[in-house]
């Protein structure tokens, strides 16, 4: 099946820092969404970008389909974008997820 | 829009129990929910893909009389744990996908099941 692989796995940023995540899969796929985990649990979706760049606020996401990876920009990181963020591919009708990459930031 | 809910947040019960997950669309009709178990510290995994009217279809690996899926409506999944044991302790999270539109999945916050 596909692989799908998120880096870095931990990052820890000083307020107001830009950061960059990034997550690779290993075959075609139909889509690719990000997510936030809160601390609570609860999954927010932040992109669903099969190709292209989408922006919204200070996220922004990019995804090159033919280079099988995508990247989430975070700038000007404040505390509550802290938790866990999550690539996923959509391959066949299913989402596989990566490992998530751990993101705390500092005040 | 594209709110789900689970109910309930959070249970204990002893080994041995069935404990029933609800999972709600609350805006939007799905045709197809999905069902994830996350370990702590780990990511999602998918336990089964459940379309309305129809039967789940089960990963690999995963029991499907242990993990009952019913879909009964284009609103509500329910997932039944038989027979619950302390290695069935973790998060469960389900997702939607809306009806008529591009396969973005929903998710819903988790339930947390520990088994004493």
């Known amino acids: 099946g596909i692989q799908v692989e998120q880096s870095p796995p931990d990052l820890i940023l000083q307020e107001g820092a830009n950061s960059t995540l990034r997550c690779n899969f290993s075959?075609?796929?139909?889509?690719l969404q990000w997510f936030h985990q809160n601390p609570w649990g609860q999954l927010i979706n932040l992109f669903y970008?099969?190709?292209g760049t989408k922006q919204n606020g200070r996220l922004s996401a990019t995804t090159v389909a033919t280079e099988r990876y995508s990247l989430l920009y975070i700038s000007s990181s404040q505390t509550t974008d802290s938790g866990v963020y999550f690539c996923?591919?959509?391959?066949?009708?299913?989402?596989?997820f990566g490992a998530g990459t751990i993101l705390r930031v500092k005040s | 829009g594209a709110v789900v809910s689970q109910h309930p947040s959070r249970v204990i019960c002893k080994s041995g129990t069935s404990v029933k997950i609800e999972c709600r669309s609350l805006?939007?009709?799905?045709?197809?929910m999905f069902w994830y178990r996350q370990f702590p510290k780990q990511s999602l995994m998918l336990m089964a893909t459940?379309?309305?009217?129809?039967?789940?279809?089960?990963e690999q690996g995963v029991e499907k009389d242990k993990f009952l899926i019913n879909h009964a409506s284009l609103t509500l999944s329910t997932l039944t744990v038989t027979s619950a044991h302390p290695e069935d302790s973790s998060f469960y999270i389900c997702?939607?996908?809306?009806?008529?539109?591009?396969?973005?999945?929903?998710f819903g916050p988790g339930t947390r099941l520990t088994v004493l």
């Open positions: 805006d939007f009709q799905a045709t197809t």
């Open positions: 997702s939607a996908v809306r009806l008529a539109s591009y396969n973005e999945q929903f």
């Open positions: 996923a591919a959509e391959y066949g009708n299913k989402l596989v």
């Open positions: 459940s379309n309305e009217g129809s039967k789940a279809t089960y």
């Open positions: 970008i099969p190709s």
């Open positions: 075959d075609s796929v139909n889509n």
